[in-house]
T-cell receptor, first 112, second 114 residues
Framework: AQSVAQPEDQVNVAEGNPLTVKCTYS??????LFWYVQYPNRGLQFLLK??????LVKGSYGFEAEFNKSQTSFHLKKPSALVSDSALYFC??????????FGSGTKLNVKP | GAVVSQHPSWVICKSGTSVKIECRSL??????MFWYRQFPKQSLMLMAT?????????EQGVEKDKFLINHASLTLSTLTVTSAHPEDSSFYIC??????????FGPGTRLLVL
């Protein structure tokens, strides 16, 4: 069975502190891994993706994610959070048949 | 590049009416388009996959007669919610995929059925 897990419904962090949003997956084959951000009543905005190569992927707005094959994880990170980073974050995997599986989403709250 | 648009961005309709949502790939040809549904504070759930010129493939539990999908050209797919009811109120997001590439997501359409 294909699945993506985001174990935290919500993550709270103070502005300027580092943030981590967790994601683990269970997908057969060699999936592509993605992070998207969604602001209220808006569609998904692409942040970054991992296909192959370097395990540390750098994306938009200072975000990065680390692919860990042994732990089947793809956690999203940012060294210094901004209040404007507050949004809903989705981890997703794309299998070999171009089909996406989304995690349940994690609400990030960055407090001033 | 790789921009996907949706129209309308939001729509309010009366119960029993039908609503059509358009999804367009603006700068590429999309051999495959996907329709997702998102309930408040929940994740995206794939409803169906459509390939240009053929019938859509619906996910389990999605009523094909309720949610009509047409992919008439390589840049346009439409989702028609027939005889809409309040429980159909949701955020509908489409995505489009060029050949051998990943999906690009539209901005979504908010549907409210009164």
């Amino acid at each position: 069975a294909q699945s993506v897990a985001q174990p935290e419904d919500q993550v709270n962090v103070a502005e300027g502190n580092p943030l981590t949003v967790k994601c683990t997956y269970s997908v057969s084959g060699n999936p592509y891994l993605f992070w998207y951000v969604q602001y209220p009543n808006r569609g998904l905005q692409f942040l970054l993706k991992y296909i192959t190569g370097d395990n540390l992927v750098k994306g938009s707005y200072g975000f990065e994610a680390e692919f860990n094959k042994s732990q089947t994880s793809f956690h999203l990170k940012k060294p210094s959070a901004l209040v404007s980073d507050s949004a809903l974050y989705f981890c997703a995997v794309e299998n070999n048949f171009n089909k996406f599986y989304f995690g349940s989403g994690t609400k990030l709250n960055v407090k001033p | 590049g790789a921009v996907v648009s949706q129209h309308p961005s939001w729509v309010i309709c009366k119960s029993g009416t039908s609503v059509k949502i358009e999804c367009r790939s603006l700068d590429f040809q999309a051999t495959t388009m996907f329709w997702y549904r998102q309930f408040p504070k929940q994740s995206l759930m794939l409803m169906a996959t459509s390939n240009e010129g053929s019938k859509a493939t619906y996910e389990q539990g999605v009523e094909k007669d309720k949610f009509l999908i047409n992919h008439a050209s390589l840049t346009l797919s439409t989702l028609t919610v027939t005889s809409a009811h309040p429980e159909d109120s949701s955020f509908y997001i489409c995505s489009a995929s060029p050949v051998d590439e990943t999906q690009y997501f539209g901005p979504g359409t908010r549907l409210l059925v009164l």
